[in-house]
């Protein structure tokens, strides 16, 4: 799909890797809508890189963990844009602790803003993108989601869904030539890893990346890119992990 004056909402676009998929897209010739839970300093440091870009640029602070909020979402991205052609849904954060640690409230927040968040943005957005007669929509999984991690039951279940969410609703608009695909980043420097200790990442370069290196969001930017413009494209998980998820570790 060529990308020259598409029309893109990105949640969780005002920082880390969703701000980088809103830049690239921009770069690419999209115009922009972004969501975050505020208009703050990383939403203005979007909208210059985003704008430098020559591109239409769009800031909707909103919580998409409530449907209300998703729809409005949508629909003031369609109104500021003239319409829809992608949606990639970046919104989300950490979730953590075992089954014993993660009261209810935390469970059921956590798929809040990464499950039902999902499918309320999705619902609305569709009718908007079927009009085109093309799109492309972008889940954010984790590695978490493919594979047994410690310490994390409620974030690694629902990136789990948001990979098969991705799988279904792929094949249910695969006649409007609506493509969905989704990409599980790895061990990525943003704010999510900030906690890490100096200890964990040394553990992590040396033994648990076979690259032996951190990601950083414009890796996982690339990554949407390709899954927005590749027609052939859908119903797939894409891996950015450097190799983490593949080996058995050492």
Same mark, same amino acid.
């Given at each position: 799909?060529?990308?020259?004056?598409?029309?893109?909402?990105?949640?969780?676009?005002?920082?880390?890797?969703?701000?980088?998929?809103?830049?690239?897209?921009?770069?690419?010739?999209?115009?922009?809508?972004?969501?975050?839970?505020?208009?703050?300093?990383? *939403?203005?440091?979007?909208?210059?890189?985003?704008? %430098?870009?020559?591109?239409?640029?769009?800031?909707? #602070?909103? @919580? $998409? !963990?409530?449907?209300?909020?998703?729809?409005?979402?949508?629909?003031?991205?369609?109104?500021?844009?003239?319409?829809?052609?992608?949606?990639?849904?970046?919104?989300?954060?950490?979730?953590?602790?075992?089954?014993?640690?993660?009261?209810?409230?935390?469970?059921?927040?956590?798929?809040?803003?990464?499950?039902?968040?999902?499918?309320?943005?999705?619902?609305?957005?569709?009718?908007?993108?079927?009009?085109?007669?093309?799109?492309?929509?972008?889940?954010?999984?984790?590695?978490?989601?493919?594979?047994?991690?410690?310490? *994390?039951?409620?974030?690694?279940?629902?990136?789990? %869904?948001?990979?098969?969410?991705?799988?279904?609703? #792929?094949? @249910? $608009? !695969?006649?409007?030539?609506?493509?969905?695909?989704?990409?599980?980043?790895?061990?990525?420097?943003?704010?999510?890893?900030?906690?890490?200790?100096?200890?964990?990442?040394?553990?992590?370069?040396?033994?648990?990346?076979?690259?032996?290196?951190?990601?950083?969001?414009?890796?996982?930017?690339?990554?949407?890119?390709?899954?927005?413009?590749?027609?052939?494209?859908?119903?797939?998980?894409?891996?950015?992990?450097?190799?983490?998820?593949?080996?058995?570790?050492?």
């Amino acid at each position: 799909m060529d990308l020259t004056n598409k029309r893109a909402l990105v949640t969780g676009g005002t920082k880390g890797i969703g701000a980088a998929i809103a830049i690239d897209l921009a770069a690419q010739g999209c115009d922009v809508a972004v969501n975050g839970r505020a208009d703050d300093e990383g *939403a203005a440091d979007v909208r210059r890189a985003v704008e %430098a870009t020559g591109r239409r640029y769009k800031m909707i #602070a909103a @919580d $998409v !963990a409530r449907a209300e909020e998703a729809q409005r979402t949508v629909r003031e991205a369609a109104d500021a844009l003239g319409g829809l052609d992608i949606l990639v849904h970046s919104a989300g954060g950490p979730s953590w602790g075992t089954i014993d640690e993660c009261e209810p409230d935390q469970w059921l927040a956590t798929f809040d803003v990464h499950v039902h968040a999902a499918y309320y943005l999705c619902r609305h957005a569709l009718p908007l993108i079927r009009r085109n007669g093309e799109g492309a929509i972008v889940l954010v999984s984790s590695i978490a989601g493919i594979r047994g991690c410690p310490n *994390a039951i409620a974030y690694g279940t629902v990136k789990g %869904a948001i990979a098969h969410f991705t799988r279904v609703l #792929a094949r @249910d $608009v !695969a006649d409007d030539n609506i493509r969905v695909n989704c990409v599980a980043p790895g061990i990525i420097r943003t704010r999510f890893h900030e906690s890490m200790t100096p200890q964990a990442r040394a553990h992590n370069l040396a033994v648990r990346i076979p690259l032996h290196r951190e990601g950083t969001p414009d890796d996982v930017a690339q990554a949407v890119r390709l899954l927005v413009t590749n027609e052939f494209m859908t119903g797939e998980l894409v891996v950015v992990d450097g190799g983490c998820s593949m080996q058995v570790c050492r």
